[in-house]
């Protein structure tokens, strides 16, 4: 059974960077057949994706976020990582690292880690 | 992007009452849809995909119907392990979207 679980700091500095970990147990994170991803979600909000990763290293981000986003993957340590930059206050939101198959049109999170809450403020 | 909205934003209901939880989509997305259960302080849950398909160990009295741009995930009898928050999301499309939830609430 495949786990995830996110981890970094819960407090960040406005206009720092925001970084996350997210540690695959139970499978392998260089399978060719999901992609990785992180979501989040602002208190009181919706649930936002954010973007994702592939094993070979390719990404996909949202529109909203691309400028500042990095997501990266370590296969050797079966993690991928979240680099939110310039953050701000708008940027306080539960984080959650989820997978997704990359067959085409199956694309629905499952399964999902616990989530980090990570607030920016001074 | 595909906008996903949501209806009601809250629900009261009486145990034991039936539950319809309403998503629309602003363009088709056939049947690419999938229903998540989100409780206090816990991740989202897959609960339904493709629509109307249960994912694993998801009990029978939750039923999803619909496709195109208009969605319904009906709670048969809602039992107190039901009161949580559900969202929708549309994979017909990257990126992907979620609507902003229903909250499921006792009355």
């Known amino acids: 059974q495949v786990r995830l679980q996110e981890s970094g700091p819960g407090l960040v500095k406005p206009s720092q960077t925001l970084s996350l970990t997210c540690t695959v147990s139970g499978g392998s994170i260089s399978s060719p057949d999901y992609y990785w991803n992180w979501i989040r979600q602002r208190p009181g909000k919706g649930l936002e994706w954010i973007g994702y990763v592939f094993q070979s290293g390719d990404t996909y981000y949202s529109p909203t976020l691309n400028s500042r986003l990095n997501i990266t993957i370590d296969t050797s340590k079966n993690q991928f990582s979240l680099n939110l930059h310039s953050v701000t206050a708008a940027d306080t939101a539960v984080y959650y690292c989820?997978?997704?198959?990359?067959?085409?049109?199956?694309?629905?999170?499952?399964?999902w880690g616990q989530g980090t809450l990570v607030t920016v403020s001074s | 992007e595909i906008l996903m909205t949501q209806s009601p934003g809250t629900l009261s209901v009486s145990p034991g009452e039936r539950a319809t939880l309403s998503c629309r989509a602003s363009?088709?997305?056939?049947?690419?849809l999938a229903w998540y259960q989100q409780k206090p302080g816990q991740a989202p849950r897959l609960l339904i995909y493709?629509?109307?398909n249960r994912a694993s160990d998801v009990p029978a009295r939750f039923s999803g119907s619909g496709s195109g741009t208009e969605f319904t995930l009906t709670i048969g009898s809602l039992q107190s392990e039901d009161f949580a928050v559900y969202h929708c999301?549309?994979?017909?499309?990257?990126?992907?979207?979620f609507g902003g939830g229903t909250k499921v609430e006792i009355k």
């Open positions: 989820a997978r997704v198959p990359r067959i085409a049109r199956k694309w629905r999170f499952d399964p």
């Open positions: 999301q549309q994979y017909n499309n990257w990126p992907l979207t």
């Open positions: 493709g629509a109307s």
């Open positions: 363009q088709n997305v056939f049947s690419n």
